[in-house]
């Protein structure tokens, strides 16, 4: 267990924001988790429990407890002709994760190549990209319920999961800490390619494989996306926003070239990046934070930026879809403070 205070969050926020926690506490085990949760101290600090702070806006230094799972190892649950069941620990990262499974020939999660982040806040946070969601592949979530204790094990449905949501996410439910992710991946695999511009990347491909959309995806998102190692992000700062199919019938007329997905009978989402880009903000910036030049839904740290910056950045630029569009946008990122 590590237990630090005063600690720097600058490398577990991609934004790379300078701010500093209280107290910093990683376990390695379900054991050192119990004995933190039942800590009278813990419970009468602030606490937050991060993953690799790829969708966090830190306001301000955090005055409580950030906890950090180091919970790792990949178990073989079960094989069989057709998949393949593993336990992943919550503190594995993702895209290592990913590309494990893909150089194995299994399928199922190569269309989230490349996304930062750890298991537990990926299945947390529902990712998706491409066409596919962590929750196509997830059998059950093993959690710890940090008021009573418990271990409980949420089976795909209990999970409730939606467009970048979950149970977990929802301040009315207890707070549970995910230790592991059961996933069910395909040693057959069918592969989901039609999103954008997926199937064009793999055109000249001549065997199509796991490790191959792999590989195409990882180029479309350098493309577009900023690298958070060079250049602080978060990944999308809003969620694409879901309207009546009313007020989307309406603003076709008046932009025939809308791009949009089905989100249900009466409702049609829109990609926030392109309502943006048409309020003319693509590559402009506010200060020391930037709309990123390739992809309209990226705030990016153009250097120094705090977290006051980037949310009087974001709140601009919601200000300016709501004049044009009357539409609201939301953060997909979580602000803290
Ligand atoms: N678009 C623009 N201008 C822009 C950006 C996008 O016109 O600046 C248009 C594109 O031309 C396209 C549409 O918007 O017609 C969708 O763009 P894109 O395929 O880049 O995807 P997105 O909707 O902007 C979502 C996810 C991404 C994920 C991609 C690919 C959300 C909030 N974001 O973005 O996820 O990688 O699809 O599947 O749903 C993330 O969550 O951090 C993230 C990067």
Redesign the pocket.
Same mark, same amino acid.
């Given at each position: 267990m590590k237990i630090e205070s005063n600690y720097s969050l600058e490398q577990h926020n991609t934004f790379h924001l300078p701010v500093k926690a209280r107290w910093f506490m990683e376990y390695t085990n379900e054991e050192e988790l119990g004995r933190i949760l039942r800590d009278e101290y813990f419970q009468e600090c602030l606490s937050l429990h991060i993953g690799s702070g790829?969708?966090l806006l830190f306001i301000n230094d955090y005055n409580g407890i950030i906890l950090h799972s180091k919970i790792k190892g990949m178990e073989l649950i079960e094989s069989t002709d057709e998949s393949i069941t593993l336990r992943v620990g919550a503190g594995e990262i993702w895209d290592e994760f990913v590309a494990y499974a893909v150089a194995q020939g299994w399928g199922g999660i190569e269309?989230l190549s490349l996304?930062p982040g750890e298991v537990g806040a990926a299945a947390v946070?529902n990712?998706?990209? @491409? $066409?596919v969601e962590i929750k196509d592949v997830i059998v059950e979530v093993e959690t710890y319920n940090q008021l009573t204790f418990e271990k409980r094990i949420f089976s795909n449905a209990e999970c409730l999961y939606g467009?970048?949501d979950s149970y977990f996410k929802n301040p009315h439910n207890d707070p549970h800490i995910v230790t592991h992710v059961t996933f069910r991946l395909s040693k057959q695999p069918r592969f989901v390619l039609q @999103? $954008?511009n997926l199937e064009k990347e793999l055109a000249g491909c001549e065997e199509l494989t796991p490790l191959a959309v792999r590989k195409a995806v990882i180029d479309?998102?350098r493309r577009?996306?900023p690298d958070p190692a060079e250049l602080g992000n978060?990944?999308?700062?809003?969620?694409?926003p879901i309207i009546p199919r009313e007020q989307f019938e309406r603003l076709k007329q008046a932009n025939p070239n809308i791009?949009a997905?089905p989100a249900g009978e009466d409702a049609v989402k829109v990609?926030?990046?392109?309502l943006?880009?048409?309020c003319g903000l693509?590559g402009k910036s506010f200060g020391p934070v930037g709309v990123?030049e390739?992809?309209?839904?990226?705030l990016v740290n153009l250097g120094g930026a705090e977290g006051h910056e980037i949310a009087l950045a974001a709140e601009s630029v919601r200000e300016a879809v709501r004049q044009r569009f009357g539409i609201e946008l939301m953060p997909?990122v979580q602000y803290i403070g």
């Open positions: 790829s969708n269309n996304i946070q990712i998706g990209a @491409y $066409g467009y970048r @999103y $954008g479309i998102r577009k996306l978060a990944g999308s700062f809003f969620k694409n791009p997905y990609p926030a990046g392109w943006i880009e048409q693509k990123y390739k992809q309209a839904l990226v997909e």
